[in-house]
């Protein structure tokens, strides 16, 4: 499984940098490290993380952009977001895949906002950067579903046998 993430990740991280980097002049990093979160080479695996990294960036994004643009890019509202988010996350959209994902993104959000110190600045960057996370999510799936098609990954050694099945 090893070699077959490591080919999967290399294939993606060219990819990606391919897109941001050479056509799109943007730093591929936020794409490239949610890629390697969504990649696996068991393709049903990487499906998982990839909804669950969806879903939960999306409620990130949400309450961190609720939070900057209700009141203004300050630090003391980068632990109200991520704690929103993560309130949001498991008690209410309830996707327990990749749930950490929720904060983390508020906090993309948020950072961005600090960053430009401006709340249009930061939700214009925080969307930039969400899309590049979730760019990152589909090439890590879509470079999964590819690698596994072209080289399978061999059978599981079969397991000890159960008493009484011989």
Not at 4 to 25: E, K, M, P, Q, S
Not at 46 to 72: C, H, Q, Y
Not at 82 to 92: K, L, N, P, R, T
Request: contains cysteine.
């Amino acid at each position: 499984n090893g070699v077959h993430l490591a080919a999967n990740v290399f294939v993606a991280t060219v990819l990606l940098w391919l897109l941001l980097r050479t056509w799109a002049d943007l730093n591929p990093i936020w794409a490239i490290s949610s890629m390697v979160a969504a990649s696996d080479p068991v393709v049903k695996q990487a499906a998982k993380t990839f909804r669950g990294r969806i879903v939960n960036s999306l409620v990130g994004s949400a309450v961190g952009m609720l939070v900057l643009l209700v009141e203004g890019p300050s630090a003391w509202q980068l632990p109200i977001a991520m704690s929103a988010a993560v309130i949001v996350s498991s008690y209410i959209v309830r996707q327990p895949t990749m749930f950490r994902q929720a904060p983390i993104t508020a906090a993309i959000v948020i950072a961005a906002g600090l960053e430009k110190h401006s709340k249009l600045s930061g939700v214009e960057l925080g969307v930039r950067r969400v899309g590049e996370v979730l760019l990152g999510c589909l090439v890590g799936v879509l470079v999964s579903w590819v690698m596994a098609r072209l080289w399978p990954l061999p059978p599981p050694p079969p397991g000890p046998a159960k008493p009484g099945s011989a």
